[in-house]
């Protein structure tokens, strides 16, 4: 089994594109659901979301505010999971409840594991 990143994209800014409360349950609840099917299947390793403030490091020692440079889509949250190929991982991203929200993406990542 190889281990896989799932980096999950949305717009974290603009007010619109913001849940209300009441949505907010519905869509963790999905969410708890989605990773509590992969975790189910023993391929779930860990995983977290990630606050809204941030900074942004370039080269020559630039430091911005973040954690986007010039786009509103913003790394929200990740997951690990293990998954016999890229198909399989995937798979799993595209059962998140996230994609169900305009613009939003799951990106897909292999992780070297060096020995």
Do not use: H
Not at 27 to 33: A, L, N, R, V
């Amino acid at each position: 089994m190889d281990e896989f990143l799932l980096l999950m994209r949305l717009d974290i800014i603009t007010k619109e594109a913001q849940p209300s409360p009441e949505q907010m349950q519905v869509y963790m609840k999905m969410y708890q659901d989605w990773v509590g099917g992969i975790a189910a299947q023993n391929k779930f390793i860990g995983g977290t979301g990630l606050s809204m403030e941030g900074k942004v490091v370039k080269s020559n020692n630039v430091i911005t505010d973040g954690p986007f440079a010039e786009i509103k889509e913003s790394i929200a949250g990740f997951i690990m999971v293990k998954a016999k190929d890229f198909e399989e991982a995937t798979g799993f991203a595209k059962d998140c409840p996230i994609l169900q929200g305009e613009g939003n993406s799951v990106e897909v990542r292999k992780i070297n594991v060096k020995s």
